[in-house]
């Protein structure tokens, strides 16, 4: 797995520009326009230019700054706002600290107001809860 996700990292790397920005996208986790909100409040940092989160699609979209930032740091800023990303996953406390809207493991169950995004070819038998390490 780890390496699979190495390869697209590298690749997502090759939109760099030559004023020094580049663009990466990856996958991000989450359910609603909180998470949207979140997610891009946690890449309001240095070094970070643009950072947009597609609900629909799970995917945040960064331009950023290599020599300031790196896309781990990207990914590592996201996960420790609760959302798990394609190479980082947020631990057990940032993912707990969620709205329960926002709880993208559970299949965001309270996003009832607000519908969550639409797993098409969803059936019930197979639920792709990847990484979902719920003991309790
Ligand atoms: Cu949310």
Known sequence: MRVLLVTVFLVAGFGTWAQ?????EFTAKGC???CEDRIIEALDVPG????EWNQFEEKATV???PKKITQERIEQLVAEAGHDTEHVMASDEAYGALAK???YRDGC?????HEGH???GHDD?????EGHDDEH
């Open 125 to 129: 038998e197979g639920h792709d809860d």
């Open 20 to 24: 020094g920005k580049a663009i990466v």
């Open 109 to 113: 169950p309270g996003c009832s107001d």
């Open 48 to 51: 970070v230019r643009v950072a």
């Open 101 to 103: 809207c926002c709880l």
């Open 63 to 65: 331009v950023y700054k």
């Open 32 to 34: 609603c326009p909180m």
């Open 118 to 120: 639409d797993h098409e």
